[in-house]
Every structure is written in C-alpha cells, then in structure tokens.
C-alpha cells in the first residue's frame, strides 16, 4: 500500500494525542509523517510501533505530547491475533516464506496437536522468558536484526521477560488449507501482555509447543493502557476534517486544526493526580522539589500506566510513583516522583 495523499492542516495542532486505528499496510512511520503535515508541525511522534500488516490502536503525540510519549510506552497492551498452526515462516508471519510445513489435524482427529492447545496456552501465559522475532526492530552487533535476516543471516536474540496476562481464545480453531494444499488449523487468540511482547514471537512458540510449527495471520490491536479502539480514530475520517477546516480557511472562515485529545485529559485516564496549590503549581514549575507528603494526597487509578524505564528489574513498578499534578486552575503542571523525602518533577510540562 503506497502512502496516501492527505491535506495540509489550516492551522498548527494544539499539543496533545492522536489515536488512531491504523490501516493494514502502512508503517508507524508512514502514519508519523502524513501526521506531520496534518498537524502543521514536525513534533510528532509515536508510543510503540505496529507492524504494516497490523491495524488497530496506534497512539500519536503532537506538540509538547512528544515529551510525554516515554511515559506511555510500558502500559500493557491487548490484541487479537489469527495463529495459524502447521507452518512456521521465515518472518514468523504471513508476509514471510514458509519454511516448515508439517501440517495440523483438524480438532477431534486422532493425534491431533490440538490436543494439547489449553497446556499450550496456560505454559506461554505469565511471566516468561521470550525470544524476540528475529525480523524485529532489535540492534545485533550494531545493526537492526530484521537487516541481518534479510542479508541471509541466521540471527537468534537472547530472551527477555515479558507478561501475558490473558491469552485465550476467542472461537473454536478452524480447519483449513494453505495455499501450498497443507492442512492447517486457524485460531483466533485475544493477547494481553506487557509492552515489549511480540505476538508473532507467540505464535511460533505455540506452534512449536504443539509440534506442528505456527505464525500469524492477522493481528489487531485494541488496547494500548486505558485507550481503545472506542478512542480511535480512522485515517480517513481525520483526513476529512483537516480538508475541511482548511476548505475552511480559505473561505475566511476560522480555521479548525487537527483535533487532539488534551494532556490533562490523558494524564488523569494514565495516571494518578494530585490538586497543586498555586504556590505548589508554580514551584513544581520551575523544577522545584516539594515535600513527599504531597503525593499521599493523589487520587488513585485502579490500574495506573506504568512508564517502562521506571520498572523494576524484574517488571515491576519501583517504589517511587508517578502521579500528574494539577493547577488549580486544571492546567497539567508536571508528573512527579517521590524521592527520598521529596516530591520531584518528571517531566514538567507548565509554563508552556
């Protein structure tokens, strides 16, 4: 799929989030530069890519949003996923050359590997040890390991611990045909698991635990921490309404830029919040730290976004916390820590 022509915003985009559910066949990169000439602005930027073949949640930051991209990279993600069990391919998905194909009996047959698929499913959820795909974006020696592949190498990246949380499925498993005649099994899974997951890693270790070989066949994200595909928004709905707020413009019109959803309202659906005072407000805005007794006045999340690089070695969150603190006039003033006997700014976000 080539990159689509998309119009140039009226006006530059307020800073914020875009959610996008993202079209079959163009990269998260593709998706970053036809934003760019949306918004007016090139302080665009992405939290966590998706493949060409996969749709569904992508999240966008504009504007001053770029700086808080890193604190939504580790929130937990959900997708669907179609594994199809009797083949293994070169890229572990369907863009890639099959390199086994020892078939799958269909359910109920004697012998057949389906069998074993709910001790298959119940051993890959938790917390594991998974190697990455091997036409992933990860750096081997210096060069990206999909490169690696590509050139003919055979690459295999040391494991690395994720969670699945749920891995279930969605319907019964689907007998069917490849298109080289192989009898094949479908299976429609919903995956939900921590960031740095590859579901196609998943599917060929499913395939691999039931004997027969697998890879992936579709994939859709629905889920990125608490934004959902209700948040999304289609690429061709969002093009409209840039075309129009800038048909707008020339008709003298005020211009309407590329909508965005605001940082107060993401930090309150990430994280917990804090009501500043305006002496608190303007010294957390000028880097200041604050007593640590501040952040026992947060209102709790059931299930905050916790941000990937203030994780524990082992996953888990460390015992400082990351809480958004408010103006009192509601404006996002910074997210904030607690060190020590202090509360520090993260990330400061006012004055603009």
Same mark, same amino acid.
């Given at each position: 799929m080539s990159r689509?022509?998309? $119009?140039?915003g009226a006006v530059t985009a307020a800073d914020g989030?875009?959610? *996008?559910? @993202? $079209?079959?066949? *163009?990269?998260?990169?593709?998706?970053?530069?036809?934003?760019?000439?949306?918004? /007016?602005?090139? @302080?665009?930027?992405?939290?966590?890519?998706?493949?060409?073949? !996969?749709?569904?949640? &992508?999240?966008?930051?504009?504007g001053r949003a770029t700086r808080f991209l890193t604190y939504l990279v580790g929130a937990d993600k959900t997708y669907e996923a179609t594994v199809r069990l009797g083949q293994e391919t070169l890229t572990e998905d369907a863009e890639g050359e099959v390199t086994a194909? !020892?078939?799958?009996?269909?359910?109920g047959a004697p012998g057949s590997p389906l069998d074993g698929l709910d001790a298959a499913l119940a051993a890959l959820t938790g917390d594991i040890e998974q190697v990455p795909s091997a036409v992933?974006?990860? @750096?081997?020696?210096? /060069?990206?390991?999909?490169?690696? /592949?590509?050139?003919?190498?055979?690459?295999? &990246?040391?494991?690395?611990?994720?969670?699945?949380?749920?891995l279930t499925p969605l319907d019964e498993p689907?007998? +069917?045909?490849? !298109?080289?005649?192989?009898?094949?099994?479908?299976?429609?899974? %919903?995956?939900?698991?921590?960031?740095?997951?590859?579901?196609?890693?998943?599917a060929r270790d499913l395939g691999r635990a039931l004997g027969c070989g697998g890879h992936l066949t579709?994939?859709?994200r629905t889920a990125v921490g608490p934004f959902t595909l209700d948040d999304a928004r289609a690429l061709e709905t969002v093009t409209a309404e840039v075309a129009d707020g800038a048909t707008a413009a020339e008709r003298g019109e005020d211009p309407a830029g590329l +909508?965005?959803?605001?940082?107060?309202?993401?930090? %309150?659906?990430?994280?917990?919040?804090?009501? &500043?005072?305006? +002496?608190?407000? %303007?010294?957390?805005?000028?880097g200041q730290p604050l007593p640590a007794e501040l952040l026992d006045r947060a209102e709790r999340l059931d299930a905050p976004v916790i941000p990937k690089h203030l994780r524990g070695a082992d996953g888990a969150?460390?015992?400082?916390?990351?809480?958004?603190?408010? !103006?009192?006039?509601?404006? &996002?003033?910074?997210l904030l820590t607690r060190k020590g006997s202090r509360t520090r700014p993260l990330l400061v976000l006012a004055p603009a």
């Amino acid at each position: 799929m080539s990159r689509p022509e998309v $119009p140039r915003g009226a006006v530059t985009a307020a800073d914020g989030l875009l959610v *996008l559910d @993202k $079209p079959t066949g *163009l990269t998260s990169h593709d998706l970053v530069a036809l934003t760019r000439r949306m918004a /007016v602005t090139r @302080k665009v930027g992405h939290a966590g890519t998706l493949d060409p073949m !996969a749709t569904g949640v &992508l999240i966008l930051g504009i504007g001053r949003a770029t700086r808080f991209l890193t604190y939504l990279v580790g929130a937990d993600k959900t997708y669907e996923a179609t594994v199809r069990l009797g083949q293994e391919t070169l890229t572990e998905d369907a863009e890639g050359e099959v390199t086994a194909g !020892a078939g799958c009996a269909a359910p109920g047959a004697p012998g057949s590997p389906l069998d074993g698929l709910d001790a298959a499913l119940a051993a890959l959820t938790g917390d594991i040890e998974q190697v990455p795909s091997a036409v992933s974006a990860i @750096k081997a020696d210096g /060069v990206r390991s999909y490169a690696r /592949v590509r050139g003919g190498e055979d690459v295999e &990246l040391p494991a690395r611990p994720v969670t699945i949380h749920a891995l279930t499925p969605l319907d019964e498993p689907r007998p +069917a045909v490849a !298109a080289d005649g192989t009898a094949v099994v479908d299976l429609n899974l %919903r995956v939900t698991c921590s960031s740095g997951t590859y579901v196609r890693a998943l599917a060929r270790d499913l395939g691999r635990a039931l004997g027969c070989g697998g890879h992936l066949t579709a994939l859709r994200r629905t889920a990125v921490g608490p934004f959902t595909l209700d948040d999304a928004r289609a690429l061709e709905t969002v093009t409209a309404e840039v075309a129009d707020g800038a048909t707008a413009a020339e008709r003298g019109e005020d211009p309407a830029g590329l +909508a965005t959803t605001p940082l107060e309202e993401v930090a %309150r659906r990430c994280f917990d919040a804090v009501a &500043l005072t305006e +002496a608190e407000a %303007r010294a957390v805005g000028h880097g200041q730290p604050l007593p640590a007794e501040l952040l026992d006045r947060a209102e709790r999340l059931d299930a905050p976004v916790i941000p990937k690089h203030l994780r524990g070695a082992d996953g888990a969150q460390e015992a400082r916390e990351v809480v958004a603190g408010f !103006a009192p006039d509601g404006g &996002l003033v910074a997210l904030l820590t607690r060190k020590g006997s202090r509360t520090r700014p993260l990330l400061v976000l006012a004055p603009a």
